[in-house]
Nanobody
Framework: EVQLVESGGGLVQAGGSLRLSCAAS????????IGWFRQAPGKGREAVSC????????YYTDSVKGRFTISRNNAINTMYLQMDSLKPEDTAVYYC?????????????????WGQGTQVTVSS
């Protein structure tokens, strides 16, 4: 079965770093664009960063540019979100998602598979 499993969340102080991982199985990972989304308490889910399949073009929402880095390792069916200089406003549940398209997309409706999320809490 298709699975996306996030890990690496936790509690960190402002200015600190975390690396989220998403392990994929049950589909041809190389053919899917991947996205990281987050949902803060009382807010809607938003795209944080996305990466294409073959050319690895990326998207970052403005609030994380220069601080977060998305990457993928197709050899082990894993994607990552390196988060540096974390801020309290980054606090959210983070989800990884996959879509059967080559190009990146920040649209939630474009994604086929979703993980269950991992909590990131940034204290001031």
């Amino acid at each position: 079965e298709v699975q996306l499993v996030e890990s690496g969340g936790g509690l960190v102080q402002a200015g600190g770093s975390l690396r989220l991982s998403c392990a994929a199985s049950g589909f041809t990972f190389d053919d899917y664009a991947i996205g990281w989304f987050r949902q803060a308490p009382g807010k809607g889910r938003e795209a944080v960063s996305c990466i294409a399949s073959y050319d690895h073009r990326t998207y970052y929402t403005d609030s994380v540019k220069g601080r977060f880095t998305i990457s993928r390792n197709n050899a082990i069916n894993t994607m990552y979100l390196q988060m540096d200089s974390l801020k309290p406003e980054d606090t959210a549940v983070y989800y990884c998602a996959a879509r059967f398209q080559f190009l990146v997309s920040a649209r939630i409706s474009d994604y086929d598979y979703w993980g269950q999320g991992t909590q990131v809490t940034v204290s001031s």
